[in-house]
């Protein structure tokens, strides 16, 4: 084994804690066909691009004609980065090599049977050392196969523009603010009892909470005062928060046929920056950024350099490629001790899809690595101990209960 090798055999082998995914809310943990597969949304805008119908029009297709369509866009896109990691996955978890319609068939028969395999998903996370997914809840997707593996994220009150309105209607305006944010601090106080405190929330967008008067509020100034009082009460109790990223949903009053279509990343270069008074504000609380646009890496981590209740977390959806992975992982790596860092976030909707994401992540960290280590920045204990954090620890400690945790 070449050096290389060698190393990436260690990182393959490294536990991980998976910090984001949808398998609580997918239909089937497992996937049941080769469509669970390749239409997952971010392999499948791909396959789009070169021919292949929308999903909805795929299904409605016959099958060998879906068959025919798929194979032609499945060759027409092999040097993208999801295309050679859907390639390995069906290699690894199926030994399915697909060149014609006939694959096909004999991917969808392997993948069925797979999918009614009992201790099919904890033998795909076991290939890569999945040790801990974070979810939000449990479903009847056969979430429970894998509940030994779970770590469910706790949840905080989100009051809607409905529940706003409604206390503005209220006799008493203020008091009927006031009520809406006693129970936000309730639930939060429940919400902590119970040792749930990782949440995600979104936060407030200004520094200072809007003062609420007896009566003429208006409904986005009590929305940004009660976000602030979510946030004043997770701050008295030591709360881990993942804050979402580099997303835009649609502008100029365009309405997308999906929700998918209207919503890309944006590069702002103060959208960080406009949070740190924030980070300070709510010194009690940690904060994990989990980010979607690649020109704010190395802001998330300029925030951590400052504000040691700041930790770079995963990346997220147009972020997830091997360019924006070795760019964030250098960032890192230069500026930040290891434990401050998470680093997988996979976004996946069903468990062959995590091992998909798990794998180009070691992968890349692995390459990564072996390139520090070839050219003296790091020793190579040095950098399985890097690998080691980034995949797995520093979650761990940043999800343990406030009272557990350990100094890093």
């Known amino acids: 084994m070449t050096a290389h090798d060698d190393l990436l ?3 393959l082998a490294l536990p991980v804690w998976d910090t984001h995914n949808h398998l ?3 239909r089937t943990l497992c996937a ?26 795929a299904m409605a297709l ?10 032609r866009a499945f060759e027409r896109g092999r040097n993208t980065a999801w295309n050679q990691a859907v390639r390995r996955t069906l290699r690894d978890l199926w030994d399915v090599e697909i060149t014609g319609p006939a694959d096909v068939r004999a991917a969808n028969e392997r993948i069925a049977e797979t999918g009614r395999r009992r201790g099919w998903a904890h033998r795909v996370c076991e290939r890569l050392h999945v040790r801990t997914i974070t979810v939000g809840r449990m479903s009847d997707n056969g979430l429970a196969e894998i509940e030994d593996l779970l770590y469910r994220m706790g949840s905080v009150p989100v009051p809607t523009v409905e529940d706003v309105e409604q206390a503005l209607a209220a006799r008493e305006e203020r008091a009927g603010v006031e009520r809406l944010a006693g129970s936000i601090q309730q639930a939060v106080a429940e919400a902590a009892g119970a040792g749930r405190r990782v949440v995600r929330a979104a936060l407030p967008a200004g520094t200072a909470a809007p003062e ?17 009082v979510l946030f004043g009460a997770m701050d008295e109790r030591g709360f881990h928060v993942q804050v979402f990223l580099g997303m835009v949903g649609p502008t100029g009053g365009y309405r997308p046929r999906t929700k998918a279509h209207g919503h890309h990343a944006l590069d702002d270069p103060a959208r960080v920056s406009r949070l740190h008074d924030l980070f300070d504000r709510y010194a009690g609380c940690t904060f994990e950024l989990v980010n979607a646009a690649a020109g704010s890496n190395l802001d998330i981590v300029q925030a951590a350099r400052i504000y040691p209740n700041v930790a770079p977390g995963g990346l997220w959806w147009f972020n997830f490629r091997p360019s924006t992975y070795r760019q964030a992982m250098q960032y890192r ?5 290891a434990c401050r860092c998470t680093l997988l976030a ?34 190579r ?3 399985l101990a890097v690998a080691r954090e980034w995949l797995h620890d520093a979650a761990e400690r940043l999800y343990r209960r406030p009272t557990e945790r350990k100094a890093p």
């Open 333 to 337: 790596l230069e500026a930040l001790p």
């Open 32 to 57: 049941q066909s080769l469509w669970d597969v390749v239409h997952y949304f971010w392999f499948c805008r791909e396959l789009q691009g070169v021919g292949y119908p929308p999903p909805a029009e």
């Open 212 to 228: 609420i008067r007896e009566e003429g509020n208006r409904p986005r100034d009590v929305l940004e005062y009660l976000r602030h």
């Open 381 to 383: 204990e040095e950098a």
């Open 62 to 71: 016959p099958e060998r004609d879906r068959a025919e369509a798929f194979v």
């Open 346 to 379: 996979s976004d996946a909707r069903c468990i062959e899809w995590l091992y998909c994401k798990t794998l180009l992540v070691k992968r890349l960290l692995a390459e990564f690595l072996h390139g520090q280590v070839a050219r003296g920045w790091l020793g």
């Open 24 to 26: 609580e809310g997918s």
């Open 9 to 11: 055999a260690e990182v």
